[in-house]
């Protein structure tokens, strides 16, 4: 079993949708969670980086993180042909360590 | 500020050959982390650095790969001899000494025929 598990899609969504990405684990030590988005031959791109269980609002970027169930989300408001990408979570269990990935949600946002 | 940098963008090699990737830090940053990522997968870490000492390696096939960080800032990955299955995107993230986020670059695409 993976620690890190994300479906890879793709996903596709029309503009304007309000875009639901998600990630489970495993790993009751992870403290520290993270999405980030990777364009095609770019590297990844931080979007949100969160402590612990809560929500984290950023523009149109909403994390959750629910420990209890081990579930991370990211939801996109609004959404735009420019978010079309590779969202990738990411787990660490204390700040320094390691990223845990998943695979990735390769995300299509048409106009 | 400027990001983490890395050189060069795109590599062609035949395997058994010899390769090397360098990567700059963000200025400041004491902690610098070198990520493979196979095709269609996540990044996954080969070597942490915290100033010019290694932190973690597990994941660093030894018999065939090499990372040094000289002075604590920049710091080479090296590869040799190269095989079929080393094809894919090298990646360098940094971050501060203070709570934070890794900061990655833009990878070096490794290509092994």
């Known amino acids: 079993q993976k620690e890190v598990e994300q479906d890879p899609g793709p996903l596709s969504v029309p503009e304007g949708a309000i875009v639901s990405l998600n990630c489970t684990y495993s790993?009751?030590?992870?403290?520290?969670f993270m999405w980030y988005r990777q364009y095609s031959r770019k590297g990844p791109e931080l979007l949100m980086y969160?402590?612990?269980?809560g929500n984290k609002e950023d523009g149109r970027f909403t994390a959750q993180v629910d420990k209890s169930s081990k579930y991370i989300s990211l939801f996109i408001r609004d959404s735009q042909p420019s978010d079309s990408a590779t969202y990738l979570c990411?787990?660490?269990?204390?700040?320094?360590?390691?990223?845990?990935f998943g695979a990735g949600t390769i995300l299509r946002v048409k106009s | 500020e400027a990001g983490v940098a890395q050189s060069p963008r795109y590599k062609i090699i035949e395997k058994r050959q010899s390769v090397a990737f360098w990567c700059n830090p963000i200025?400041?940053?004491?902690?610098l982390y070198w990520y493979q990522q196979i095709l269609g997968q996540g990044p996954k870490l080969l070597i942490q650095?915290?100033?010019?000492?290694?932190?973690?390696d597990s994941q660093l096939p030894k018999d065939r790969f090499s990372a040094e960080r000289l002075k604590g800032v920049d710091s080479t990955l090296k590869i040799q001899p190269a095989k079929l299955e080393d094809s894919a995107v090298y990646l360098c993230?940094?971050?501060?000494?203070?709570?934070?986020?890794?900061?990655f670059g833009p990878g070096t695409r490794l290509l092994v025929l």
């Open positions: 993230a940094s971050s501060s000494r203070d709570r934070g986020p890794q900061y």
């Open positions: 990411a787990s660490q269990m204390e700040y320094g360590n390691k990223l845990v």
């Open positions: 200025s400041g940053h004491a902690t």
């Open positions: 790993n009751s030590a992870f403290q520290y």
């Open positions: 969160t402590y612990s269980s």
């Open positions: 650095f915290q100033n010019n000492g290694v932190v973690d």
